[in-house]
């Protein structure tokens, strides 16, 4: 099956800095999603992103299929930007999308 | 709108009880469900998936069972509960292939 892995694993910064998350999957997928699990565990979605940019506010994220990988941008972090952040991919072109969670980069923002 | 309920929230179990966990769906039809487990607070891994009524999909073997009774609910369940079935776990869904999944707020397991 595919491989989901995320770069860096953890990640600390001043509130204020920008910060780029690293997404890599080890083959075509049809589904791919940048989720933000704060410190409640409630997992929020941020961007469903198989291919192309999308931007939303602070963030934005590139998925460029060709070369498997993708990139989640954090302009201007908040403290409240911190928790982990999680890439999930699917290969699935038919029934359901059986989403491949890469290990998170847990991201520390201090005031 | 579309939202999803999961309960309980936590829920502390002895060591060969039963368990049962149920998620719902409102504002939608014939969705696809998903049952994920996330252990020591990293990485989530897919247990079960419903395309209809009374069609479930296993993707890892162990102690665990779903059921999918009406369109929109989907229940996981255990005769037997193992110290190793704790975990956080979610509940998700889907319109259909090549659509987002959305999640629930999870249930925390914790077998004493």
């Known amino acids: 099956g595919i491989q989901v892995e995320q770069s860096p694993p953890d990640l600390i910064l001043q509130e204020g800095a920008n910060s780029t998350l690293r997404c890599n999957f080890s083959d075509s997928v049809n589904n791919l999603q940048w989720f933000h699990q704060n410190p409640w565990g409630q997992l929020i979605n941020l961007f469903y992103?198989?291919?192309g940019t999308k931007q939303n506010g602070r963030l934005s994220a590139t998925t460029v299929a060709t070369e498997r990988y993708s990139l989640l941008y954090i302009s201007s972090s908040q403290t409240t930007d911190s928790g982990v952040y999680f890439c999930?991919?699917?290969?699935?072109?038919?029934?359901?999308?059986?989403?491949?969670f890469g290990q998170g980069t847990r991201l520390t923002i201090n005031p | 709108s579309q939202t999803i309920h999961q309960w309980p929230a936590t829920l502390v179990q002895p060591v060969g009880s039963p368990l049962s966990l149920e998620c719902t769906v409102e504002g939608t039809s014939n969705p696809n469900l998903y049952w994920y487990r996330q252990a020591a607070g990293r990485g989530l891994q897919l247990l079960f998936y419903?395309?209809?009524?009374?069609?479930i999909s296993s993707e890892v073997p162990q102690n665990l069972s779903a059921s999918r009774p009406q369109d929109r609910q989907f229940i996981l369940s255990s005769k037997k509960l193992l110290l190793s079935d704790s975990g956080f776990y979610l509940c998700a869904w889907s319109r259909a292939r090549n659509q987002p999944q959305h999640f629930g707020d999870g249930t925390r397991l914790s077998i004493l």
């Open positions: 992103i198989p291919s």
């Open positions: 419903s395309v209809g009524i009374g069609q």
């Open positions: 999930a991919a699917s290969t699935d072109r038919q029934g359901a999308q059986k989403l491949v």
